[in-house]
């Protein structure tokens, strides 16, 4: 256990298994353990498929240039291991699929995970029970790990506004521990919460580059993309550019997301003073945004309030300290490269 003079952590690295156990739960209905274990043969295998390495990153930028299929079967130790773990996950998906399809009805009635969800649908093969599961944990837990590492990166370095997101959060939602449940009607009510998650959102997007290919020819403000155009979309760019955010759009203001009231104190300013609705990209935008973002947000603030209600989190290196400092290891996630090394102190009385 903690004591109250802190210890040494690597956000990073908690971070991911804690939205690791998170999506396991939602995904599977099944604890993956990372918390408690972080040996775990399938945190481990996580891993391998995440880990940025030089070779990833170099393979990522040939997947925009050369088709996929392609690269993937370039004779490479990356692509080998990634194919080796993803065979290893998805024998774990199997076998879970052939545990809940071996219960009786009545033990997986209550289950609300998404495979148990698309098991009672009856329509799905169990090969694409399998490609649906893989997507939505390739998808739903680095991005997660990544948001909250930024988080606790962000408030480390603003102090004042992590006491003041620490005083909201100990008013109005009683301590996990206390054995009470809080609906996500509740935590969506914290002005202060919901105006930290946003900005953390807006200036850490996980995922930075989208992709996209112009199926026709086409002219985008009067420029001419003729089809088979490769375009990235740089989400960072548009969720940082002044024109659309105003002058201090570089800035860390959880309070452009919050409007003075007279009479509630602190009301939410959904749009956060951006001109437009399409300033903030970090889940995309249009038909193929994040079909997880109703879930990534509330999961996201639900984490955070439990940190940040228990926990004072102060940078540890201070090379770190400023975002000029930061090393960034940019992967399908970005995340600090060599983790996020922070002291954590138990704050008593909650
Ligand atoms: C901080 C959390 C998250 C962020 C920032 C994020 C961001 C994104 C972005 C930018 C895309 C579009 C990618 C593209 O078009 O190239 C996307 C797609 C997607 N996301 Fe998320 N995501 C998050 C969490 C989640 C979670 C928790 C889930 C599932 C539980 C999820 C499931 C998906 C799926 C299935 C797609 C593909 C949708 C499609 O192509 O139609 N995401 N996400």
């Given at each position: ?22 999506i ?6 099944k604890d ?5 274990n972080?040996c ?22 040939l ?41 009786s ?30 997507t ?39 301590p ?12 969506s ?32 403000q009067d ?24 002058p ?6 959880p309070y452009r997301?919050l ?24 889940f ?16 996201f ?16 290196d ?20 060599n ?12």
């Amino acid at each position: 256990m903690p004591s109250n003079n802190g210890f040494e952590m690597d956000i990073a690295n908690w971070a991911s298994r804690y939205a690791l156990d998170i999506i396991g739960l939602a995904g599977f209905g099944k604890d993956f353990g990372a918390i408690r274990n972080q040996c775990n043969p399938l945190v481990e295998t996580y891993n391998t498929i995440f880990k940025v390495t030089k070779q990833k990153r170099a393979l990522f930028f040939l997947g925009a240039l050369f088709p996929w299929s392609m690269v993937r079967s370039l004779p490479l130790p990356h692509n080998r291991d990634f194919s080796q773990a993803t065979k290893a996950i998805r024998q774990n998906c199997q076998a879970i699929i052939q545990y809940k399809r071996a219960m009786s009805n009545d033990t997986c009635a209550q289950d609300i995970d998404l495979l148990s969800i698309a098991m009672k649908n009856g329509r799905f093969s169990d090969e694409d029970l399998i490609n649906q599961v893989m997507t939505f944990l390739g998808a739903g837990h680095e991005t997660t790990a990544s948001i909250l590492t930024w988080a606790v990166y962000a408030l480390a370095l603003h102090p004042e506004i992590q006491q003041q997101l620490r005083e909201e959060i100990r008013k109005k939602l009683a301590p996990i521990d206390s054995g009470s449940e809080h609906s996500f009607d509740v935590i969506s009510r914290l002005p202060l919460l919901y105006a930290v998650c946003n900005e953390v959102f807006r200036m850490f997007p996980p995922v930075r580059i989208t992709m996209r290919e112009a199926v026709c020819d086409i002219f985008v403000q009067d420029i001419a993309i003729p089809r088979g155009t490769k375009i990235m979309i740089s989400s960072c760019a548009t969720n940082m550019d002044k024109k659309l955010w105003g002058p201090d759009a570089a800035d860390f203001n959880p309070y452009r997301w919050l409007i003075k009231d007279d009479e509630e104190g602190l009301k939410i300013n959904s749009g956060g003073g951006a001109i437009s609705n399409y300033a903030m990209l970090t889940f995309s935008q249009g038909h193929r945004i994040c079909i997880g973002q109703g879930f990534a947000r509330a999961e996201f603030a639900c984490m955070l309030a439990g940190w940040i209600g228990r926990f004072d989190f102060q940078m540890k290196d201070k090379e770190s300290m400023d975002m000029n400092g930061v090393k960034f290891a940019s992967g399908i996630t970005v995340k600090p490269e060599n983790g996020l090394r922070v002291s954590v102190k138990v704050v008593p009385g909650y």
